[in-house]
């Protein structure tokens, strides 16, 4: 990467400065190519730990590992130039000690080259985040609904229905936004509750199924593609249909193949005549 590439890329403190100016836009990327796409029409893109589930096939993002997080920090970084990269600190490599989340993050910061990482929690990891942010490793938290406690959850649901769940909600943004995180992905979260928080935080929101107040918005790029069918959440929206697409050129190259029309021998190389 060039000196004037790393000069253009955008920071955390870039991102943190955005509230109140215009909104964050964010997604999702885990490959070189789709970084590529990504770069130039987002503020920060997100190596997230939902890859277990959109490219492993995994049923939560449980199993994801440090290794997986940092290959794919990687690709993502060699497509970017522009935007703001933050990854993911996967299930059991933060939770354990602010100790174990410094070497995790600085294992990432270090082999990928990143500009910050992403950790799940509310005031139980809030030393943790001040820990972090206190020796140089920029975080951006999450509150409300956290997929990595999937199994103590019960499922994926909205949050912050009761009164009892709306107030952990508040304590846990508040205390994620005073240890110092840069932003705050808002996710899962009944509307008037996200937008009161987004409203009250020194730090930018980022929702994904919570609030068009939150400072800024992301969802998973293979989502917004429409490249899975089985389930579409409530929170996203289309804004392609390529599952169909892609079937289509697979079942069209299949059928050529069988029929012998490709390759035709404009796709071969041809010994060339001798002078």
């Known amino acids: 990467m060039s000196v004037q590439a790393v000069?253009?890329?955008?920071?955390?403190?870039?991102?943190?400065?955005?509230?109140?100016?215009?909104?964050?836009?964010?997604?999702?990327?885990?490959?070189?190519?789709?970084?590529?796409?990504?770069?130039?029409?987002?503020?920060?893109?997100?190596?997230?730990?939902?890859?277990?589930?959109?490219?492993?096939?995994?049923?939560?993002?449980?199993?994801?590992?440090?290794?997986?997080?940092?290959?794919?920090?990687?690709?993502?970084?060699?497509?970017?130039?522009?935007?703001?990269?933050?990854?993911?600190?996967?299930?059991?490599?933060?939770?354990?000690?602010?100790?174990?989340?410094f070497n995790s993050a600085a294992r990432i910061l270090k082999e990928t080259g990143c500009s910050a990482v992403k950790l799940e929690g509310g005031a139980e990891m809030a030393e943790t985040v001040d820990f972090l942010t206190q020796r140089g490793i920029p975080v951006l938290g999450h509150v409300g609904l956290m997929p990595q406690l999937v199994n103590t959850l019960g499922g994926y649901r909205s949050l912050g229905r009761s009164e009892k769940e709306a107030a952990k909600i508040r304590r846990d943004a508040k205390a994620i936004d005073d240890a110092g995180a840069f932003a705050i992905v808002i996710e899962g979260t009944i509307e008037p509750l996200a937008r009161e928080i987004s409203e009250t935080l020194r730090a930018p929101t980022i929702g994904i199924g919570a609030s068009p107040a939150c400072d800024g918005q992301i969802l998973v790029s293979d989502d917004i593609l429409g490249l899975f069918s089985d389930f579409k959440p409530r929170f996203v929206k289309h804004f392609a249909e390529l599952a169909p697409q892609i079937s289509a050129a697979f079942e069209a190259y299949a059928n050529e193949v069988k029929a012998r029309t490709f390759p035709g021998i404009e796709h071969t190389f041809q010994v060339k005549p001798k002078a």
């Not at 920071?11 to 885990?30: C, D, F, H, Q, W």
């Not at 590529?36 to 490219?55: A, C, E, N, Y």
């Not at 990687?74 to 990854?87: I, L, P, Y």
Request: aromatic share 6%; net charge negative.
């Open 7 to 101: 000069k253009r890329r955008l920071s955390p403190g870039n991102i943190e400065a955005l509230k109140g100016e215009r909104p964050i836009v964010s997604l999702t990327a885990y490959t070189t190519p789709i970084a590529r796409l990504l770069d130039p029409h987002v503020d920060f893109m997100l190596v997230g730990d939902s890859l277990g589930m959109v490219l492993y096939g995994l049923d939560s993002t449980v199993g994801v590992t440090l290794d997986m997080m940092i290959a794919h920090g990687q690709a993502v970084m060699r497509g970017s130039e522009k935007a703001c990269v933050v990854v993911d600190l996967p299930f059991g490599s933060y939770q354990e000690s602010k100790e174990q989340a």
